[in-house]
C-alpha cells in the first residue's frame, strides 16, 4: 500500500493501552501525518460524551465515529452531526428477544443530544440491576419501560456468565437483520445497533466526504465492532491483541497496541 490518504482508528485496545493513555510515539507519529494533509478519524464504540479525553491527547483529532457508527461527532464544534437510532418499537421488539434468548440479561441504552453532554443524566440509561463491565459507569437507572420509551443509538445487553461470541450466537438467530449486533468486550456484552449500521457505513461517510475512496483509506481495530471496518478500508490493520475474528480478516497483522503496533505500521510513511 502506499501513504493512505484517510488513517481511521478504533480507540480502546487499539490506540489506547491499558492506562486509556495515546502513546508519545502514536501522538507523535499521528501528528505528523495530520500536518502533512492527511485525514485523521476515530472509529469507537465510545459515546461522544468519551471522546473529548482522548482528542485532548491528541491535539489534532476532530471527527469520531461514535456508537459503532450510529453517531458521527466533531469534537472541535462540539457538535454531533448526525446520529442514527433505534426507535422504541424496535427496542421493545430488541428487549423481548434478548429475555427469551439470555434469560435474567441486563439492558442499558445509549443516547445523544446535539453536544456531548446535553442531558448527560439521560444519555445513558441502564435498569436497576444492570451488571456493568466497566468501573465507575456514569448512568442512571431507570426502570424498563423508561428504558425502551426514546430511541436509542445502541442498546447494550449485559450476561456477565456468558462469554460475548455466546451471546451474539444465542440472540442472533431471533434478530435476524432488524438490527446489527457486535461487541467489543470479551465478557458477557452485546451491543446492537440500527440495521445495516456499522463502523464501516459510517467510516464511508467521512471518507466521501473528505474525497477519500476506500483503497486510499488504512483501519486500526482489535474487536468483533471493527471487522467491517477493516474489511471495506483498502488496508484492514488487527492489532497482535485483536480477537481471532479479526486476525482471520486483515490485510495486516500489527503489534499489540501495548507495543505501539498503530505507530509501527504509520511509521513507514509518516
Not at 215 to 235: C, K, Q, S, T, Y
Amino acid at each position: 500500500m502506499q501513504a493512505p490518504r484517510l488513517v481511521a482508528t478504533d480507540v480502546d485496545g487499539t490506540l489506547l493501552g491499558p492506562d486509556e493513555r495515546v502513546s508519545p510515539r502514536a501522538a507523535a507519529v499521528i501528528g505528523r501525518l495530520v500536518s502533512e494533509g492527511i485525514g485523521f478519524v476515530l472509529v469507537t464504540g465510545r459515546p461522544p460524551r468519551w471522546i473529548p479525553p482522548v482528542v485532548q491527547q491528541l491535539g489534532v483529532a476532530r471527527l469520531a465515529v461514535c456508537a459503532n457508527g450510529a453517531v458521527l461527532y466533531d469534537a472541535v464544534a462540539d457538535e454531533v452531526v448526525w446520529a442514527r437510532t433505534l426507535a422504541p418499537d424496535a427496542l421493545a421488539e430488541l428487549a423481548s428477544a434478548a429475555a427469551e434468548a439470555l434469560p435474567g440479561c441486563g439492558l442499558a441504552v445509549e443516547r445523544v443530544g446535539t453536544r456531548a453532554f446535553d442531558d448527560a443524566a439521560a444519555q445513558f440509561v441502564a435498569e436497576p440491576d444492570y451488571q456493568h463491565a466497566w468501573p465507575n459507569p456514569d448512568n442512571s437507572s431507570v426502570p424498563r419501560s423508561e428504558l425502551l420509551a426514546r430511541p436509542a443509538v445502541k442498546m447494550l445487553i449485559r450476561a456477565p456468565h456468558m462469554s460475548s461470541d455466546a451471546m451474539v450466537a444465542a440472540l442472533q438467530p431471533l434478530v435476524g437483520d432488524a438490527v446489527d449486533l457486535t461487541f467489543s468486550h470479551p465478557r458477557g456484552l452485546v451491543e446492537a445497533s440500527p440495521a445495516g449500521v456499522t463502523k464501516a457505513t459510517a467510516l464511508a461517510e467521512v471518507a466521501e466526504r473528505a474525497g477519500v475512496a476506500a483503497p486510499d483509506v488504512i483501519a486500526f481495530g482489535d474487536m468483533p465492532n471493527d471487522l467491517e471496518m477493516l474489511r471495506w478500508a483498502g488496508h484492514g490493520v488487527a492489532m497482535g491483541n485483536a480477537h481471532p475474528a479479526l486476525i482471520g480478516v486483515a490485510d495486516e497483522v500489527t503489534a499489540a497496541n501495548v507495543d505501539d503496533g498503530l505507530a509501527l505500521v504509520l511509521e513507514r510513511w509518516f
